[in-house]
C-alpha cells in the first residue's frame, strides 16, 4: 500500500545538525499529512512536528524552534532539519504519513525509523 523509507540518521556531535528524510511509495493518490515522532529507549513514542500538504506545521514545544518540517509534494518527501542538537535528541525518529487511496480510504504509514545519537 505504502511504504515510507528514512534516511539521513547518525551520530553527530552536541550542537551539530543532521537533516532526516523520508519518502512515501507505494499505491496511493496523495499524502496529506506527514509527520516525525521519536521514541528514546524506555519512553513513549512523542510528536516531533507534522506538515500537511498545504504546508502548514505543528510543532512539538518542547523542541524549543530548534527543529523544522518541510516537504515536497512532488516527491512525496517530508523532511526534519533538526539544528543545535543535544545529547537528549537522541532517539529512533520515525516518519508517519497519511495516505490517501485510489479506493477513498486514508490510511496511516509508518516507517521502520531512523538512529539519531548525539553524543556529549
Known amino acids: 500500500q505504502v511504504q515510507l523509507v528514512e534516511s539521513g540518521g547518525g551520530l553527530v556531535q552536541t550542537g551539530g545538525s543532521l537533516r532526516l528524510s523520508c519518502a512515501a511509495s507505494?499505491?496511493?493518490?496523495?499524502?496529506?499529512?506527514m509527520g516525525w515522532y521519536r521514541q528514546a529507549p524506555g519512553k513513549q513514542r512523542e510528536l516531533v512536528a507534522t506538515?500537511?500538504?498545504?504546508?502548514?506545521?505543528d510543532y512539538t514545544g518542547l523542541l524549543k524552534g530548534r527543529f523544522t518540517i518541510s516537504r515536497d509534494n512532488a516527491k512525496n518527501t517530508v523532511y526534519l532539519q533538526m539544528n543545535s542538537l543535544i545529547p537528549e535528541d537522541t532517539a529512533v525518529y520515525y516518519c508517519n504519513a497519511g495516505a490517501l487511496l485510489s479506493t477513498g480510504r486514508v490510511v496511516d504509514s509508518w516507517g521502520q525509523g531512523t538512529q539519531v545519537t548525539v553524543s556529549s
Open positions: 507505494g499505491r496511493f493518490l496523495t499524502v496529506n499529512s
Open positions: 506538515i500537511t500538504s498545504s504546508h502548514r506545521t
